[in-house]
C-alpha cells in the first residue's frame, strides 16, 4: 500500500478539509453511509464504477481520521458495518451544499469538463 512520504501541510481548513476528503469517492461514501448503505457490498453497488479494493482503501483512511466507524460482528461469514463518528455526521451538511451547488451548475460544469476530455480525445491522449 502507499505510504505518502512528505508531511502535507496543515496550515489552514483547506488544507485540513482537502486531506480528509482528497479522494475520488470519499464524499460519495460518506453521504451513502448516511443514507443507511452501511454494508461494503451495499457501498459497492451504490458506486459501481470504483474497485473493491480503492473503497477498502478509502473506508480504513476515512476510519483512520475518524470520520466513519467500523463494526465487525462474530459471525461466519463475517459480517462488517460502517457509521458515522459525530464528525463524520457534522461534514453531511457541507457535502450536500457542494452537492447542491454541482447541481445548481450542472450545465456549464459539463460543458467545461466535456471539452476538455474532447481536446484529450483529440490530440490522441485520453488512452494514456
Not at 481548513?13 to 460519495?28: A, N, Q, S
Not at 453521504?31 to 451504490?46: A, C, T
Not at 459471525?75 to 457535502?95: Q, R
Not at 450542472?106 to 480525445?121: H, M
Request: with cysteine.
Amino acid at each position: 500500500m502507499y505510504e505518502r512520504k512528505i508531511l502535507p501541510n496543515l496550515n489552514c481548513g483547506l488544507d485540513l478539509i482537502g486531506e480528509v476528503l482528497y479522494g475520488k469517492w470519499k464524499m460519495r461514501l460518506l453521504w451513502f453511509i448516511d443514507q443507511g448503505h452501511q454494508r461494503p457490498s451495499e457501498l459497492q453497488r451504490k458506486i459501481p464504477d470504483a474497485s473493491r479494493r480503492v473503497l477498502n482503501m478509502q473506508l480504513k483512511e476515512l476510519e483512520q481520521h475518524e470520520l466513519i466507524s467500523r463494526e465487525v460482528y462474530p459471525v461466519v461469514p463475517p459480517k462488517v458495518e460502517y457509521s458515522l463518528t459525530p464528525l463524520g455526521k457534522s461534514l453531511i451538511p457541507v457535502i450536500g451544499a457542494i452537492g447542491e451547488w454541482g447541481d445548481a451548475h450542472a450545465e456549464k460544469l459539463r460543458d467545461v469538463i466535456g471539452k476538455r476530455f474532447s481536446s484529450l480525445e483529440a490530440d490522441g491522449e485520453a488512452n494514456v
